[in-house]
């Protein structure tokens, strides 16, 4: 079996693992729970293998680079990044409703990766400024950081619904959503790790940059968006520990970072830039 195929059934096992993530949240059924988590684990080993495989298969063709040059490519990294920290988030928390708002992600990065034109699944060789052993540093940095600030405009979107709902007779499912200030709290903690990724991802990209290009900062769109983004959530931080701010206005920040994030991956690529080998 190719890795196109296996990453193809895993996309589905991830619309699986959302719709018994859904009927936990919506019946009040702990088994679906369960079997979600179990349906998530079983995506994510599924998904790992088909990395590996289209790693092991580059090497195979006389490529040989890690599967993390294209949009297809980071798309498939991201998913995985999302549902690894997913995962880890459940199971320290033993709280399994943020899956019903994460899983959709992961889903749709896959689906759409699975658009991408055919040119963009195929593995091709490096283009000459990805032939870098900075490529694997930058990149899972990055992502990594992409995805924990995903989980923190998921569990805003949650501090939202459960918080505009305390003055009302709550249902079954904002029920099941955690008590605000854990949500506040564990999103602040997501902020900080991605935070952190992204800045290291930034450093590593214009060390890469300047081997590559001969410039540590080039004013690329990609790299100025970058920028922009971690001053929103360096904002954001600095609102938190210096001011104090928690609640409906961190939530907020957080939900404006993560279009900033969304702009950064995906809007810069139609733009003329350095960085416009993404997009093919």
Known sequence: MSDANILSYVTFVYLVSFLFYLMMMVMGKTSFGRIATIVTLIGLAGHTAGILLRWIQS??????????????????????TVILLYCLVEWRTKNKSIGVFITPIAFLAMAYASYSPSINSRIQ?????????????????????YAAFALAFVMSIMYLIKKGNESKKENLFVKLLPRPAILDDLAYQMVVIGFLLLTLGIITGSVWAHSAWGSYWSWDPKETWSLITWLVYAAMLHSRMVRGWRGKRLAIFSIVGFCCVLFTYFGVNYLAGLHSYAKT
């Open 59 to 80: 090497y195979r063709l006389g490529i040989g680079h890690a599967p993390l040059s294209n949009l297809y490519e980071s798309l498939i990294f991201f998913a995985w």
């Open 125 to 145: 060789p490096l283009v000459p400024a990805l032939q870098s052993n900075w490529l694997i540093t930058h990149v899972i940095t990055c992502f990594f950081g």
